[in-house]
């Protein structure tokens, strides 16, 4: 690799976005972009950069290759824009308020499958794409304070 491709700012045709609801509190907040993060990794492996390891050899895990976009929604932003995802088929994951009150995988798993795709009372989404279909998806939302 050149020099100059070291020193080149790395731009990416793909976005990482997480909305998370405006009233949550700061604890939610942390617990839900972690929860929904986790889900990309797992589904969209390109997702993913190489192992980190330290001037010692140490070795760490591997994290996102691109930076995560966090904003924050109304309920009704979150809404329209968990539709626009569904409608382009982007992958995402969600996060619904009955998911604070369940304490397990399969728990949350049967949470979400007990309410219809409308009656979801979304808390945090995570969307990933190319990032003009991300974008017009998450239209109209602002970035997180």
Not at 49 to 75: C, H, I, N, S, W
């Amino acid at each position: 690799m050149s020099t100059h491709d070291t020193e080149s700012p790395v731009r990416f045709d793909t976005k990482i976005a997480v909305l998370l609801r405006e009233d949550l509190e700061t604890w939610q907040r942390l617990n839900v972009t972690a929860f929904l993060v986790s889900g990309l990794g797992t589904q969209v492996p390109e997702v993913i950069g190489e192992p980190y390891e330290d001037a010692d050899a140490v070795g760490y895990l591997p994290m996102f290759r691109q930076p995560v976009l966090v904003f924050q929604a109304t309920k009704e932003e979150l809404t329209r824009a968990h539709a626009r995802a569904v409608s382009r088929a982007l992958p995402r994951a969600l996060f619904t308020s009955d998911l604070f009150g369940t304490g397990n995988d399969r728990d949350n798993r049967a949470a979400v499958r007990a309410v219809p795709t409308a009656d979801l009372d979304l808390v945090g989404l995570a969307v990933y794409g190319p990032r003009n279909a991300v974008d017009k998806a998450v239209k109209g939302v602002r970035m997180h304070p």
